[in-house]
């Protein structure tokens, strides 16, 4: 296989990081590009959510400028190189794909899923928690969701749904009884694990669960906007709950 673009691509970010490149470019550290990475990737998960496949690609290559660029940073310090960078990653597929590169037999996706778990402890014999290895930069809900399963996966997992119910009622009851700010803070925390928990026994993924509230909540408001009849800042609550309930009417329609 050829891929000319990928060479020319790399190609590129080694010229803009040299003495005849650009000042911004050669300014970057992989620190200062931290954000960069966080942001590409969301905006190509958006595309994905969207389906928007022009976007979608637009916002891969932007991915890809983040890897070739991190690694260009790590080849002229002599860490590593994106030839590494490949090597490792094509290295771990085969590892962890026994089943396709080698002669490990599989009768279900849930086998292949445990035989990918129990190879990467093997990569990784330095974590000696069930919780080492959660990353420290994605978001909280992301975590929680993550902790919830490492947890589950030794057999720290409530006995039915209706007990998990029952624990996320009981936090939101300590939460009610609370009386300091500090204590308020902590309780409300133990609410959403409760509720994080109460998701992955449904398999529901708690991340895009709250991403599509957070979307319908947006669309519902756009709405009220669009309906009121004075400024947001003068209507009352009542006019507030009249122009809500509309604005779901609306929504229900548009779903029909």
Request: with cysteine.
């Amino acid at each position: 296989m050829n891929y000319p673009n990928i060479e020319r691509l790399i190609e590129i970010i080694d010229i803009l990081r040299s003495e005849n490149g650009c000042k911004w470019d050669r300014e970057q550290t992989h620190y200062s590009l931290r954000k960069n990475m966080l942001e590409e990737a969301y905006e190509a998960v958006d595309a994905i959510d969207d389906n928007d496949m022009k976007h979608l690609q637009e916002e891969l290559g932007d991915v890809l400028l983040q890897v070739v660029l991190h690694s260009q940073i790590a080849k002229e310090s002599n860490s590593f190189n994106i030839e590494d960078v490949a090597k490792g990653i094509s290295d771990k597929l085969i590892h962890r794909h026994p089943h396709v590169f080698g002669d490990v037999k599989v009768a279900s996706t849930d086998e292949i899923l445990d035989n990918w778990e129990k190879l990467k402890k093997e990569e990784k014999p330095h974590r000696t928690s069930v919780m080492d290895g959660i990353s420290k930069s994605q978001s909280a809900l992301m975590s929680a969701q993550k902790i919830s399963k490492k947890a589950v996966s030794v057999g720290f997992e409530w006995p039915d749904e209706t007990s998990l119910q029952d624990c996320v009622l009981s936090e939101i009851k300590e939460f009610k009884e609370a009386k300091t700010k500090e204590e308020k803070e902590e309780e409300l925390g133990d609410v959403l694990f409760a509720v994080v928990n109460l998701a992955r026994w449904n398999k529901i993924d708690a991340e895009q669960a709250l991403l599509k509230a957070n979307k319908k909540f947006i669309n519902r408001f756009k709405s009220m906007e669009a309906n009121a009849h004075k400024e947001l800042e003068h209507l009352t609550l009542q006019e507030w709950d009249e122009l809500w309930q509309k604005a779901k009417q609306i929504q229900h329609k548009s779903l029909k």
